[in-house]
């Protein structure tokens, strides 16, 4: 799933892992959700993004999100195992960011 939106008004800095953040405090503690990895830096495409990776039930989901020109990109995927999730973060590397 690809989102976009824009920043938090002027004046208040928001960063990739700012909106991780702000995510895994509200899902955090919650029955089936548990967060394996993040926020960390990862670079898919010669643009760094925050990356996160949880357990949701049976499955497990990775989030990508990077800032650009006041506003962030979000990719979000979802797998059945680690692996798989690994192998769908690897497509993101095919990404071409216009300057």
């Keep these: 799933m690809l989102s976009v939106g ?3 008004p002027a004046g208040r800095v928001q960063t990739a892992a700012d909106i991780q953040d702000a995510g895994r405090r509200l899902f955090d503690g919650r029955p089936g959700y548990q967060v394996l990895r ?3 830096a990862s670079l898919f495409g010669s643009q760094t993004f925050s ?3 949880a357990k949701v ?3 497990y989901e990775g ?3 990077a800032v650009r020109q006041g506003y962030w990109i ?5 797998a059945d195992t680690p692996e798989q999730l690994e192998e769908l973060y690897d497509t993101l590397n095919s990404l071409k960011f216009k300057p």
């Design 51 to 53: 990356r996160m990776d």
């Design 6 to 8: 824009t920043l938090t």
């Design 74 to 78: 979000e990719f979000k995927i979802s």
């Design 38 to 40: 993040g926020p960390a």
């Design 63 to 65: 989030d990508a999100i």
């Design 57 to 59: 039930g049976a499955g």
